[in-house]
């Protein structure tokens, strides 16, 4: 059979409804023997004001690329260790997440994006339903949104 996905991407915020769907896009991408690329986006920092950034803000900016990029690398690895055969490329990009995703996603070529439904915890949480939705108006790959039932609302 041929593989409907040569490349996948999902996007992680390291909240449980994202790293359900790094499982699921890491299933599909080792069935399919896709290449899986991993993403985080770092939210920019809110203007707190028209102007002067604080003194503060490049240190926090650069604190929290890195919890990203470890939460990254240590969630790439772990799927490298499950499937042993797989590509898995982690990336952390800083940007508007939604944004980021898809430029992202046509800059690796991707033919399939994956996005858990809500992020209610994790690092920061953006992998909200407005970031799903914005990449699905946005986008012209195929977008896969994983509905884990713990998140949804009854």
Not at 111 to 126: A, F, K, P, Q
Request: aromatic fraction near 4%; glycine fraction near 6%.
């Amino acid at each position: 059979p041929v593989s409907m996905w040569k490349k996948i991407l999902v996007a992680v915020d390291g909240s449980d409804p994202s790293l359900h769907a790094l499982e699921v896009a890491a299933g599909m991408a080792a069935q399919n023997k896709a290449e899986l690329t991993v993403l985080s986006v770092v939210p920019p920092l809110p203007p707190i004001m028209e102007g002067d950034m604080p003194p503060y803000a490049p240190k926090f900016t650069a604190d929290l690329t890195e919890s990203y990029e470890n939460m990254v690398n240590a969630k790439a690895e772990e799927v490298r260790v499950k499937h042993k055969d797989l590509n898995v490329v982690p990336i952390v990009m800083t940007g508007s997440p939604s944004r980021t995703i898809i430029e992202a996603s046509r800059a690796r070529g991707s033919d399939l994006i994956v996005l858990g439904n809500r992020g209610t915890s994790g690092i920061l949480s953006w992998v909200l339903g407005s970031v799903s939705r914005q990449v699905t108006d946005a986008c012209t790959v195929p977008l896969l949104v994983i509905k884990d039932q713990t998140y949804c609302e009854t």
